[in-house]
């Protein structure tokens, strides 16, 4: 899956903004176009899922921070509604393209003391879906991990802005496990 990210300024759109709401998502086959206002409504944060085969992507590399091409998500949403249109044309010249990996199954595990701590997507049980993956992570304790001593913590990219925020979660993961 081929994954286009950016933003686009809200006073750019609003008075094209065909919906009450900018939390929206439109769904197609193979693909679908999700937005949703962040900086106190002043930014529209987009998402544009496109399900690709991996021998259609070429000579592809793994990387968060790679530059896509405006051009390439207008041809893949070119179909879309015309308020999507409006908004891949006013987003940022270059969206971050991110590709989604499935991973076959490890044979062993690394952990200490029983310990396992999955952190951002490593905590994710699958790609995620339509912009959900804080749902897509594994829940409970113990079971998904072959009976390993597991808490799973929410972490969220506010609250991980700082260093000791960073550190206070660490720690209240050990006194979790």
């Not at 969220?156 to 802005?161: G, K, N």
């Amino acid at each position: 899956m081929v994954v286009y990210r950016g933003l686009c300024p809200i006073s750019d759109i609003q008075d094209i903004w065909p919906v009450h709401t900018y939390a929206t998502i439109w769904v197609s086959p193979g693909k679908h176009f999700l937005t949703f206002p962040v900086s106190d409504n002043r930014t529209l944060n987009v998402v544009g899922f496109v399900s690709t085969p991996l021998e259609n992507l070429g000579d592809v590399q793994e990387s968060w921070t790679l530059a896509g091409d405006k051009a390439e998500v207008q041809h893949e949403f070119k179909d879309f509604d015309a308020a999507v249109q409006v908004v891949i044309d006013r987003m940022d010249t270059n969206p971050l393209k991110w590709i989604l990996f499935d991973r076959k199954p490890l044979d062993k595990w690394s952990y200490s003391g029983g310990k396992v701590a999955l952190l951002g997507d490593a905590a994710h049980a699958m790609c995620p879906h339509q912009g959900q993956s804080s749902d897509s992570q594994p829940r409970g304790q113990g079971s998904a991990f072959g009976g390993l001593d597991f808490h799973y913590i929410t972490i969220t990219d506010s609250y991980m802005s700082s260093f000791k925020q960073a550190r206070e979660l660490v720690k209240q993961w050990k006194m979790a496990t």
